[in-house]
């Protein structure tokens, strides 16, 4: 009776948030997870093959092939996983948070529905619907021609044809024999496992008993890889990190290319084994001599919704000059810290997709916090890695750079950069002005092997040159727009000279190395932190102290204007932080004013005045907007942390702790289905 009460109360805001944001929730992302022998990918909106790679993305409307002896596994979320025998084919119709459908055209298929899977899945065949009805099943699928069995090893399934619907149980296969109008089935027993059986049932045991399950969110696909490539460690403050045994020299983000994907835009698809959670989830920061992954807030209960990403990284621009394409000699990317903000670059209504934003990235410690980006995983300066690169080199050694020209193709090996041309950056807070072309369509470069793509030609042939059919219960999601459309619509959405914002007309600081806010500039009060010295080249960037603070060389080299700041800061004042806020048209913007001398003048500065009641009130409604789009995607955790800082930052702000305690209902009625379910 209890329960009933809870859903009976909870439930109506809960199912508000999720019909406000069904236009919003990006789509889903298949994995390329394991191949052996010769597997090739198709494109969905171009429909050209290409040898596949480990850790590619695979979306809507996107097809995967085997060759002779060949085998690969598609990790489509967290709890439903699909592999192929050798010389088999597939479509991955539609991969969404809450429906999953695939179509085997033909050969061996073997599907893993894991605990907890949230997804509605169908397997579609050229004579079948396979619709898992078990929290937890495996289901062997084999299709030749016009003849598909099923063999349930574990759960259960309904099987649709066009002559009705058959139920399956455990230890039960279903023959389906006739054309995709005229189909029907018949019941018997499983045969007997087999060498194929044997290992998909070893491949699941290593993915589910993995132990850095016991460190990462249920929702990170692939953690399992990260059990074979490096360990755990704990740090103060933030628990279980997780060290991937590397070289010497190695950082995050350059062992890869980057490949241009629908609505995702520029993705990163790493050579590395393991690389696919550690670049998609949490964040990476420097810890002693090395750099380390904090999976981010991870709790028992799955509290924390993560959000996948093409990338959690910081782009920039350097060189080049004002003028059309990218503007820039060469772009680069840093990964970002658990206190950086998080500027998307992707999506398709975002109000990011269709602006680019440049501003400077050597004196910026906090970016205006304004709409599109997302605030940082953790409240946390000291783990800022665009903050820090300017003053530690080892962070700023993290930085990869390729010519703009070549950015996409693979055909340039990354690059660091000197303290100098960082300094002449600028960082790209909206989308990455530069058009995919065909070359950055594939994650190899490679084409495809003909053994792994014949028999999906002669299924086309066979047909006349239409694609194939499949008998399908529940209609595919659209397919992506085609590249050529996409491309056609990019140049469009990027703004002209006016996006370049050079350093002088940012930020500046004076004579003693105050933060000084510049005039306003389309309503935005901008302001910067003094440059800080540079950190000794032995020492750790991030000590295993409790606060893990960055600790300065006694003895660094600095100019003479450097070191007229470092005077003007005094340790009573290092630890002074104030917010500020203007507004732009309506819309709310916040800067951070961080280890500022606190002379009488700037404490004035700071200090709001009688009657600054309407900026204290915009920079709490900054936070509720932020909150509202986390909600929107169904982020309760980010949603809760944003209306918190409104609250804290305008504690007279009833919406914000209304809308606080909706977010807290919401995210409670989530888990009180997601337990419902297990």
Known sequence: MKHNFLVWVFLPGFFTVLSSAQVDIPPGVARI?????????????????????????????????????????LQLDHSNILRLGNNAHAKIAT??????????????????????????????????????????????????????????????????????????????AATVRGTTDEAGSVLGIASSKDSWDSWNNDRDGEIRNAQSWNYTNRYYVG????????????????????????????????????????????????????????????????????????????????????????????????????GVSAGFGSVGWLPIGPGDSFYPWYGRNDSQS?????????????????????????????????????????????????PADRFGTGRSAPATVSRRAFRGARIITGSLPIVPTRESLSATNRPASPSSISMSMSMSTASGGRPERFFTKKQPAAAPQFLDKQAAQIPESIPGNGALVPVREVT????????????LEDGIER????????????????????????????????????????????????????????????????????SVPASTSTRRMMTPATGSRGA?????QGYIASANRQMDKGNYM?????????????GNNSAAKARLERARRAMQAENEIIANRR
Request: aromatic letters at 10%; glycine letters at 10%; a positive charge.
């Open 616 to 620: 204290t009130a915009r920079a709490a």
């Open 95 to 172: 991969v969404q948070r809450a429906q999953i459908q695939v179509q085997i055209g033909q050969g061996l298929a073997y599907y893993t529905v894991f605990k907890d899977s949230e997804a509605e899945v169908e397997i579609d065949t050229p004579n079948a619907a396979v619709r898992p009805t078990s929290n937890e099943g495996i289901y062997r699928v084999e299709v030749n021609g016009f003849e598909t069995q099923v063999i349930v090893r574990a759960g259960a399934a309904d099987i649709s044809t066009p002559q009705g619907s058959t139920h399956v149980e455990v230890g039960q």
């Open 33 to 73: 997870s394991l191949i052996q022998g010769d597997v090739s990918a198709q494109r969905g909106d171009t429909g050209e093959w290409a040898a596949a790679a480990l850790n590619q993305p695979l979306v809507g409307g996107d097809r995967i092939s085997t060759g002779d002896g060949s085998q690969a596994e």
């Open 508 to 519: 500046q600081l004076d004579s003693v190395g105050t933060a000084r806010p510049m005039p």
């Open 638 to 650: 980010a949603a809760i942390a944003n209306y918190k800082r409104a609250w804290q930052v305008d």
């Open 223 to 322: 953690s399992e890889d990260l059990d074979a490539y490096g360990h755990w460690i704990n740090v103060p403050d933030y628990g279980r990190v997780w060290s991937p045994t590397v070289a010497g020299d190695w950082s995050p983000y350059r062992a890869g290319r980057w490949v241009s994907e629908p609505y995702w835009g520029w993705t990163w698809v790493s050579r590395e084994p393991w690389g696919w959670t550690p670049y998609h989830y949490g964040r990476w920061f420097l810890y002693g001599k090395s750099c380390v992954w904090w999976p981010g807030p991870v709790d028992g209960v799955g509290n924390y919704r993560p959000e996948w990403a093409p990338a959690y990284v910081s782009f920039f621009g350097f060189g080049g000059h004002r």
């Open 527 to 594: 302001t910067v932190e003094p440059t800080k010295t540079a950190q000794s080249g032995h020492g750790s960037g991030f000590q295993s102290g409790r606060n893990l603070r960055a600790t300065p060389s006694p003895t660094p080299k600095t100019s003479r204007s450097t070191r007229r700041m470092m005077m003007a800061q005094t340790p009573a004042s290092r630890g002074t932080k104030r917010r500020m806020a203007s507004r732009s048209g309506g819309s709310s913007h916040t800067a951070l004013l961080s």
């Open 354 to 402: 269709n602006v680019v934003n440049v501003t400077d990235a050597t004196n910026i410690t906090k970016l205006n916090r304004g709409v599109g980006g997302g605030a940082p995983l953790r409240d946390d300066d000291q783990f800022s890695n665009v903050r820090l690169a300017a003053v530690d080199v080892r962070i700023r050694k993290a930085i990869s750079t390729v």
